[in-house]
């Protein structure tokens, strides 16, 4: 899949882009994530929407307390072995709730892995690129 910018989404997909940039300039970030997601959903090699969706999913994870982080690790567990028992057969569906597991947390490995693999199997290898880089950026002593 090669990857697509601004320029070569629907009019309507570049307006939710935009919504969604807007949402998060507010303060919102919840939403502007929830709307990135949507977006990425359908077209998962739009470079600038992840980008984005990534910016947002740092400065959040950086402004969660050491309690919070110790609920979203458990939340994201959850979501992560969800997302395993779907990756052989719904690689689609384990991308989207690895999605959801960065969202709340874009540091956990397990669910970087989980998305590097299901999009593999998805044939999205720009993002399991991605994921991995994360990883790498996140972790450079981790091989």
């Known amino acids: 899949m090669e990857k697509k910018e601004l320029k070569n ?3 309507g997909q570049r307006k939710n882009f935009l919504y969604a940039k807007s949402v998060y300039d507010k303060g919102d970030s919840e939403y502007a ?3 990135l997601n949507g977006l990425l959903k359908k077209e998962p090699a739009f470079v600038e929407g992840r980008i984005l969706l990534r910016n947002i999913e740092r400065a959040k994870s950086a402004s969660i307390s050491s309690f919070g982080k110790v ?3 458990v939340k994201v567990s959850m ?3 969800k997302g395993k028992s779907k990756l052989g057969k719904e690689p689609e569906a384990a991308m989207d709730i ?3 597991a960065l969202a709340m947390n874009i540091k956990s490995i397990p669910a970087l892995n989980l998305l590097s693999e299901a999009a ?5 290898l720009l993002v399991a ?3 991995m880089e994360l990883v790498k950026e996140f972790y450079p002593d981790n091989e």
Request: hydrophobic share 50%.
């Open 9 to 11: 989404l629907s009019e």
């Open 33 to 35: 994530i929830l709307l």
């Open 71 to 73: 609920i979203s690790d």
């Open 79 to 81: 979501r992560v072995m």
């Open 98 to 100: 690895a999605e959801e």
């Open 120 to 124: 593999e199997k998805a044939g999205v």
């Open 129 to 131: 690129i991605e994921a």
